[in-house]
């Protein structure tokens, strides 16, 4: 994922007008780009611009960078302790994981995206672990079968009340009324 990548390296532009950023796999070290949202792109935009003269720039420099001095590429145990810190600001528990997960959990949910999809941008080598991000919450179950109830129960109404079709032309209505013992 964009925001969870630890070892990123953006590229801004691409040939073919795709918008991909080249992120480093943490356990093959493996480059592989994916796409990235046009937000993404500018927030990877204005990032650099806060530590422009202060880092090394360019396509072989690492993405993220600490804040304090001397500044350092952004490495797993620094990016852990800054979550720490705002969690204990915020009273919260976010991970770096978290990020990542519900990313994928977006992903999974998208209509438009097959499952392969999602499996390709975190990078999952078994479509096992990606299912796992298809497991709905409580209330999407809930709220998911209380609509199929309501659904089935109009269509249900809908066949109770048969609307006759209208009498033939030339027919008395009130002659056929009484011939079949009820109103048409």
Same mark, same amino acid.
């Given at each position: 994922?964009?925001?969870?990548?630890?070892?990123?390296?953006?590229?801004?532009?691409? $040939?073919? %007008? =795709?918008q991909l950023i080249t992120v480093l796999r #943490? %356990?093959?070290?493996?480059?592989?780009?994916?796409?990235?949202?046009?937000?993404?792109?500018?927030?990877?935009?204005?990032? *650099?611009?806060?530590?422009?003269?202060? @880092? $090394?720039?360019?396509? +072989? /420099?690492?993405?993220?960078?600490?804040?304090?001095?001397? &500044?350092?590429?952004?490495?797993? &145990?620094?990016?852990?302790?800054?979550?720490?810190?705002?969690?204990? @600001?915020? !009273?919260? !528990?976010?991970?770096?994981?978290?990020?990542?997960?519900?990313?994928?959990?977006?992903?999974? #949910?998208?209509?438009?995206? +097959?499952?392969?999809?999602?499996?390709? @941008?975190? %990078?999952?080598?078994?479509?096992?672990?990606?299912?796992?991000?298809?497991? $709905?919450?409580?209330e999407e179950v809930v709220a998911g079968v209380?609509?199929?109830?309501?659904? &089935?129960?109009? /269509?249900?109404?809908?066949?109770?009340?048969?609307?006759?079709?209208?009498?033939? $032309? %030339?027919?008395? *209505? =009130?002659?056929?009324?009484?011939?079949?013992?009820? *109103?048409?």
């Amino acid at each position: 994922m964009i925001v969870a990548a630890q070892h990123a390296r953006a590229e801004f532009w691409h $040939p073919t %007008g =795709q918008q991909l950023i080249t992120v480093l796999r #943490r %356990g093959s070290r493996a480059a592989q780009q994916v796409p990235a949202s046009t937000d993404a792109f500018v927030w990877l935009r204005l990032y *650099p611009e806060d530590l422009r003269g202060r @880092v $090394p720039r360019g396509r +072989t /420099q690492p993405l993220w960078w600490t804040l304090r001095r001397p &500044h350092r590429p952004l490495a797993y &145990h620094a990016a852990h302790r800054m979550f720490a810190r705002a969690n204990a @600001v915020l !009273g919260a !528990g976010w991970t770096l994981h978290d990020l990542r997960h519900s990313a994928a959990t977006r992903m999974a #949910r998208d209509p438009l995206l +097959t499952l392969s999809d999602v499996q390709w @941008v975190p %990078g999952h080598a078994h479509l096992t672990t990606t299912e796992l991000y298809l497991t $709905p919450a409580k209330e999407e179950v809930v709220a998911g079968v209380l609509a199929h109830h309501a659904h &089935h129960a109009h /269509q249900a109404e809908r066949r109770a009340e048969p609307v006759p079709p209208p009498p033939a $032309p %030339g027919c008395d *209505p =009130q002659s056929l009324s009484v011939l079949f013992g009820r *109103p048409l």
